[in-house]
Nanobody, 124 residues
Framework: QVQLVESGGGVVQAGGSLKVSCASSGFRSSVYNMGWFRQAPGKEREFVAS????????YYADSVKGRFSISTDNAKNTVYLQMNSLKSEDTAVYYCAATRSFAGSKIIDNYLYWGQGTQVTVSS
């Protein structure tokens, strides 16, 4: 059974940092690429970042480029999203997801498995 479990969300002040994690199990991580998406209240879910398990190539949305960093710990089957210089507009539920498509895919429907999400709130 495939499982993606996010953790590490919370409340942080604007300008601060937070690191969220996604532990995966139940599938061969080498055949999937991983992504982070977010959904703010009243808005559609949007792509944040993604990474290839195999070679570590990373992709970012323009809105987070230079502030967020996605990484993996292959031994732990865990994907991380380090978020720095947080802004109030980063407030959202953050989801990790797995895809067999191109590692840089921003298309939600390409992602087969999803976690339950973790809330990140940036206070101004």
């Amino acid at each position: 059974q495939v499982q993606l479990v996010e953790s590490g969300g919370g409340v942080v002040q604007a300008g601060g940092s937070l690191k969220v994690s996604c532990a995966s199990s139940g599938f061969r991580s080498s055949v999937y690429n991983m992504g982070w998406f977010r959904q703010a209240p009243g808005k559609e879910r949007e792509f944040v970042a993604s990474i290839s398990w195999i070679d570590g190539t990373t992709y970012y949305a323009d809105s987070v480029k230079g502030r967020f960093s996605i990484s993996t710990d292959n031994a732990k089957n865990t994907v991380y999203l380090q978020m720095n210089s947080l802004k109030s507009e980063d407030t959202a539920v953050y989801y990790c997801a797995a895809t067999r498509s191109f590692a840089g895919s921003k298309i939600i429907d390409n992602y087969l498995y999803w976690g339950q999400g973790t809330q990140v709130t940036v206070s101004s």
